[in-house]
């Protein structure tokens, strides 16, 4: 297994347009997380499934973000009509429950520059 | 809700001193705490954890023991090498790990 992997790693676009990443995770993690990193702060939850069910999300997840993970496998993650805010990493995490949690992986993320 | 504060970087060294980046937790209830790490061009690695109080996580050198008492995690190594140098994230979760709450990051730079 090659680990989380993320799609695209950098995406420019311009304010307005609307952007859709991908997150594959490990093959046997049934959770799920993405989190969104600013230049010098930690990463901020965004939302997290166990397999197809969206179970949480932020309040920072605006109406704007939407999130899938359809038959429990990858995920997206689109943003509609981009801000400059929303430029930032999107990172993605995969977990496999188990009673008393266990170690989320991380992918590389995908940059998000909106000019 | 729940927080994490840990230091301000970066910290520079010299190669082979001893490292503490402080951190510190407010949280509900019983989290587990983890420390994160972030070479440069890679994605985020779990380095070390702990899941319940008076618990030490340790790996590749690096020490931290779960304070409930002073509500910390402190991360400390002996001897620093430059292949230590990158970005330093604590974080902790709840008992069902839902999600990670992690503090802003402490960026460690050793040089030779």
């Known amino acids: 297994d090659t680990g989380v992997s993320q799609d695209p790693r950098h995406k420019i676009t311009k304010r307005g347009q609307n952007v859709t990443f991908r997150c594959d995770p490990i093959?046997?993690?049934?959770?799920l997380y993405w989190y969104r990193q600013t230049l010098g702060q930690g990463p901020e939850f965004l939302t997290y499934f166990q397999n197809e069910a969206q179970l949480e999300k932020s309040r920072l997840l605006s109406d704007r973000f939407s999130a899938e993970r359809p038959k429990g496998s990858f995920s997206t993650l689109e943003i509609q009509r981009t801000e400059q805010g929303d430029s930032a990493m999107y990172l993605c995490?995969?977990?496999?429950?188990?009673?008393?949690?266990?170690?989320?992986?991380f992918g590389q993320g995908t940059r998000l520059t909106v000019v | 809700g729940d927080s994490v504060t840990q230091m301000e970087g970066p910290v520079t060294l010299s190669e082979e001193a001893f490292l503490t980046i402080n951190c510190t937790y407010t949280?509900?209830?019983?989290?587990?705490l983890f420390w994160y790490v972030q070479y440069p061009g890679e994605g985020l690695q779990l380095l070390l954890k702990a899941t319940k109080a008076d618990d030490k996580g340790s790996n590749k050198g690096f020490e931290a023991t779960y304070r409930k008492e002073t509500t910390s995690f402190h991360l400390e190594k002996g001897s620093v090498q430059v292949s230590d140098s990158a970005v330093y994230f604590c974080?902790?979760?709840?008992?069902?790990?839902?999600?990670?709450?992690f503090g802003t990051g402490t960026r460690l730079l050793v040089s030779p």
């Open positions: 995490a995969s977990s496999l429950k188990l009673a008393g949690g266990t170690e989320a992986f």
């Open positions: 093959s046997e993690h049934n959770r």
């Open positions: 974080a902790l979760s709840d008992q069902g790990f839902q999600k990670l709450v």
């Open positions: 949280a509900t209830g019983y989290p587990s």
